[in-house]
């Protein structure tokens, strides 16, 4: 069964540094995510992404964070220069063509900033 | 207000038993659709099932069910002959609108544990 891959699992990196976490969404999936879920909170929308733009962003996606696509496979999330409230789980998802309602998710990667 | 309300922060259950996971929900948006996603101790998050505002039967998948009452805007999850393995966090959301790309708007979430 096609699933969404996230790499590294786990990051770990210093205050100040620029991370990317990526994403394999599903083959045919056009639309793609990003969420996040600090530890123990809710999940987060933070930005969709759909045709080679962004579709929506929420009040947490701001000028420290972007997202490309930048072959037709990888999904990427780019924080440019991490603060400690940063760390926390961050998900991809992707869903098909409209019409098909369900995001997949992928594993997560684990985002710690110390 | 908040959009999706898990009012339940902890359930058990005992194993082979049925348990109800509660999800009520605000949107004015007559389109919308509801999901529940598990979250086992590994973090993952699993689709479990979805039920659009449309549907006029409640959804069902395996021993997963929604039990969707429209006019309440309650849409809670019935797991029914609870396993070990359902032991994890249950997370309602709401997609509001008829388009693929629109966000999901997730609880606080319901941690189950189930005894044997």
């Known amino acids: 069964e096609p699933e969404v891959t996230q790499t590294p699992s786990h990051q770990v990196t210093q205050m100040g540094q620029e991370v990317i976490l990526r994403c394999v969404p599903i083959s045919n999936h056009l639309y793609f995510y990003w969420y996040r879920q600090i530890l123990g909170q809710k999940v987060e929308f933070l930005v969709s992404?759909?045709?080679?733009?962004?579709?929506?962003k929420s009040e947490i996606f701001d000028d420290q964070f972007s997202v490309e696509r930048p072959d037709g496979s990888n999904f990427t999330l780019k924080i440019r220069s991490t603060k400690l409230e940063d760390s926390a789980m961050y998900f991809c998802?992707?869903?098909?063509?409209?019409?098909?309602?369900?995001?997949?998710f992928g594993p997560g990667t684990r985002l710690t900033v110390l | 207000a908040q959009k999706i309300t898990q009012t339940q922060p902890g359930m058990f259950v005992q194993e082979k038993e049925a348990v109800t996971l509660d999800c009520t929900y605000d949107t004015s948006d007559p389109s919308y659709g509801l999901f529940w996603y598990k979250q086992p101790s590994s973090g993952e998050m699993i689709f479990l099932i979805y039920?659009?505002?449309?549907?006029?039967q409640n959804a069902t998948e395996g021993r997963y069910s929604l039990n969707f009452q429209k006019a309440r805007k309650s849409a809670n999850l019935v797991i029914s002959a609870s396993q070990l393995g359902d032991s994890a966090m249950y997370f309602c959301?709401?997609?509001?609108?008829?388009?693929?790309?629109?966000?999901?708007?997730f609880g606080a979430g319901t941690r189950l544990a189930v005894h044997p």
């Open positions: 998802a992707s869903s098909e063509a409209l019409g098909a309602d369900t995001q997949y």
């Open positions: 992404f759909y045709n080679n733009e962004i579709s929506e």
């Open positions: 039920q659009g505002s449309y549907d006029q």
């Open positions: 959301a709401m997609r509001e609108g008829q388009s693929g790309y629109n966000k999901l708007i």
